[in-house]
């Protein structure tokens, strides 16, 4: 009865904003010009604001104020423009989550946490940024946005299970309301037509290990930066740490114990230049 | 009653009877409160690595974010008003870690050693422990009596003794 009502809302749920998926569709397109970014951003108000305060936030470390949309994409550049208008057309769908014992923003933060975790972890070990995967970072808990509605009630039913077989609390959800949150933003993702590799990503950010005869390394780097901020505590839930370690993830990026600790310190730093992301609504 | 908000790699001491300093969503951090009952001076630190040996540099700037760096500045800071060590009272909370099949996830593990190790030679007591296991902990000090609390999502609020 849950499960139906939790489809239900997935049915329910706005559409992504046009301007946000028109941008994810320029990223494949080799040819796209900053016109085309424009264009496509200067008829959404919402996300138009909002990029202009993203683009001053000390993040991008821009030295002048930016005043027009146009002015900020030439500022930016590509990449940057696109995480700015992603951050401004996600941000939406987190504000008024509630549930995992959460405060308001508090997923919010946990998801810009991870997008910025994500960055510095491409960065490191393949030695380039990449917008596409930034997108899927902010948004791999929007499955928590509707399941939050429905695990607070079954918090403790959840944790004993927890607790008593020693499983994640994932698994324990999957068990108790018939669907995790993971499994749920997929089913959101397929509502928005998101391509494959992004939805595959957010189906599998706990359990990489599983995604079936493929190889995402998007997924991957989603679940360690992921790790990194919940051990870290940001936009820590009543979930907890009650998620599964994965040690392939050391072998197949040949990652050290410290460099995943210097990554840690990097976000943190990061994420307290990039304030003006957590304001936006 | 005021509350005065620790973020993490950060600490804040006081001897305001009127204030409660509280640490919010430890994972792996660790919180660590002291108190001297008789000059009424209490601090609280949240601090995120165990050595500080990884970013010498970082350290200097906010000696907060290891445990290494972090808990001297902690005591220290309250000596300035008046502490003395032999007084001082000192609880822990934090250190959880995810459910782990090797120890690359272990920060918490990790955590937890090195500040063992840190009191125990400095002949430092810990009066009160809650450390370890995979849950989300919140931490409160209050200046006025020294009492420690702990708020997590399965057991409630209750004093850290």
Redesign the interface.
């Known amino acids: 009865m849950i499960y139906d009502e939790i489809l239900k809302s997935v049915k329910n749920i706005p559409a992504f904003p046009a301007a946000a998926l028109k941008v994810m569709s320029l990223i494949d397109d080799p040819d796209f010009s900053i016109a085309d970014v424009v264009d496509v951003i200067k008829y959404d108000q919402a996300i138009a604001a909002n990029i202009l305060r993203i683009c001053n936030s000390a993040y991008f470390g821009l030295s002048h104020k930016v005043e027009t949309v146009r002015d900020a994409v030439m500022r930016l550049g590509q990449q940057n423009v696109i995480r700015a208008v992603e951050a401004a057309g996600v941000s939406k769908f987190y504000k008024k989550a509630k549930g995992y014992g959460l405060d308001a923003n508090k997923l919010w933060e946990h998801s810009v946490g991870v997008a910025l975790m994500s960055q510095i972890l491409s960065k490191r070990i393949f030695n380039c940024e990449d917008a596409r995967l930034y997108t899927t970072a902010l948004l791999h808990d929007i499955g928590k946005v509707i399941m939050g509605e429905f695990v607070d009630e079954s918090f403790m039913k959840i944790y004993d299970i927890v607790s008593s077989k020693g499983i994640s609390f994932l698994e324990a959800e999957g068990e108790v309301i018939g669907i995790d949150h993971a499994e749920l933003g997929g089913k959101i993702a397929s509502q928005w037509n998101f391509p494959a590799d992004m939805r595959e990503a957010i189906v599998y950010h706990h359990r990489p290990d599983l995604i079936p005869n493929g190889d995402n390394n998007n997924a991957w780097l989603i679940y360690l930066a992921d790790q990194a901020c919940i051990m870290m505590g940001i936009g820590l839930g009543n979930d907890g740490l009650a998620y599964r370690g994965l040690s392939e993830a050391i072998v197949r990026f040949k990652f050290r114990q410290r460099d995943f600790e210097e990554c840690i310190m990097m976000m943190l730093g990061d994420l307290e230049r990039a304030k003006e992301l957590l304001g936006i609504v | 009653m005021s509350e005065i908000v620790i973020g ?2 950060d600490l804040k001491v006081s001897n305001n009877t009127n204030d409660i300093l509280v640490t ?6 660790i919180g660590v409160t002291v108190y001297d009952p008789v000059a009424k001076v209490g601090g609280l630190l949240h601090f ?2 165990p050595d500080s040996s ?2 010498p540099q ?1 350290a200097g700037e906010n000696p907060a ?1 290891f445990a290494d760096t972090g808990i001297p500045l902690l005591f220290k800071s309250c000596y300035k008003f008046g502490a003395d060590k032999k007084r001082m009272i000192v609880r822990v909370a934090g250190g ?10 272990r ?2 593990q990790k955590n937890i050693t090195a500040m063992k190790k840190l009191f125990w030679k400095n002949n430092v007591l810990i009066e009160g422990e809650d450390t370890g296991s ?3 902990r919140t931490v409160y000090i209050h200046i006025s009596t020294g009492k420690v609390f702990l708020k997590t ?2 057991n409630g609020m209750r004093e850290l003794i």
């Open positions: 993490i790699s919010y969503a430890l994972g792996s951090c995120m690595l990884l970013d970082k974010m959880a870690s995810i459910l782990d099949d090797s120890n690359f996830f920060i918490g995979n849950c989300n999502a399965h």
